[in-house]
């Protein structure tokens, strides 16, 4: 795995958060997610919460149906989750973290402290033929554990790195892109394909995305808030062809 054609997964969920703020069915994710397909994402991403404060049932649902791309569905470790996973049979299961009090996924999964309590959720989805990904801090502790339950995929969480990027702690930002650009090489060696997502901006995703170990970018709420700006067509292709670049560039 090195400098291929990074994937792109458009997260559709705070679509879902502009129509449940006043109810009703605008704007309608399904409707966000054939847009990304034809702006050229690789993949769509939703996060049926348990409070089910933005993607629904019945948008998974229809996710599930009606579009033409890999529906990547993020899901906490919980048997009413995994029931569903089971229903729906998506491509990809990427296992978070889940807190009703956060307002976004903060931190990764402790799979290295988890006890294996993740285990037996990657076989079953796994069995199901779902491509199961667990969402992780870049941590050679958290990449050996996740690679000794079985999972083929981790998600290497980008939130400190833009953070710090955003909040203009331009040293932390620096410390945390070198603790991803190691994390995606150590967890590539160890076989697993890797991800990253979370926060991830036009401004900070060429660094990451020049990492040649990298299969897939996960973006959400930077893309849905953009579109308010520009359209959700052209925040995608812009995103896309920042992508591009960095891979061509091989650097930031
Ligand atoms: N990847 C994972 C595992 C996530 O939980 C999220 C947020 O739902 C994202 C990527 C996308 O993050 P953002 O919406 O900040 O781009």
Redesign the pocket.
């Known amino acids: 795995m090195s400098g291929g054609r990074l994937r792109l ?1 458009v ?1 559709i ?2 679509v879902a958060t502009i129509r449940n703020a006043r109810g009703g069915v605008h704007p309608d994710p399904l409707r966000a997610a054939q847009l990304a397909a034809a702006a050229g994402a690789d993949g769509i ?1 939703a ?1 049926l919460r348990e409070d089910r404060r933005h993607i629904s049932d019945t948008d998974i649902t229809r996710l599930s149906e009606e579009i033409n791309l890999p529906l990547n569905l ?1 899901m906490a470790a919980t048997e009413e989750m995994l029931a569903i996973a089971l229903r729906h049979k998506p491509h990809a299961c ?1 296992l ?1 973290p889940e807190k009703r009090e956060e307002r ?2 903060e931190g990764g999964l402790d799979v290295a402290g988890g006890h294996n309590h993740l285990a037996p959720f990657v076989a079953r989805l796994s069995e199901a033929g779902s491509r199961v990904s667990l ?1 992780i801090e870049a941590s050679p502790a958290q990449l050996e554990a996740a690679r000794k339950i079985g999972a083929p995929v981790v ?1 290497l ?1 980008t ?1 400190a790195y ?1 953070d710090a990027f955003a909040e203009g702690r331009t040293d932390a930002a620096a410390r945390e892109l070198e603790r991803l650009r190691q994390a995606a090489a150590f967890g590539a060696e160890l076989g697993l394909e890797v ?1 990253a ?4 901006t036009f401004d900070t995703v060429k660094p990451v995305a020049a990492f040649p170990e990298l299969a897939e970018l ?7 808030g953009e579109a308010i700006f520009t359209g959700l067509d052209a925040a995608i292709r812009q995103m896309r062809i920042l992508m591009d670049e960095a891979r061509a560039e091989g650097h930031a």
Do not use: A, Q, R, Y
């Open positions: 997964g997260n969920d705070h991403t996060h993020e990427c978070v976004t996924t969402f998600e969480h939130g833009c991800h997502g979370h926060g991830l996960n973006i959400g709420h930077f893309l849905v």
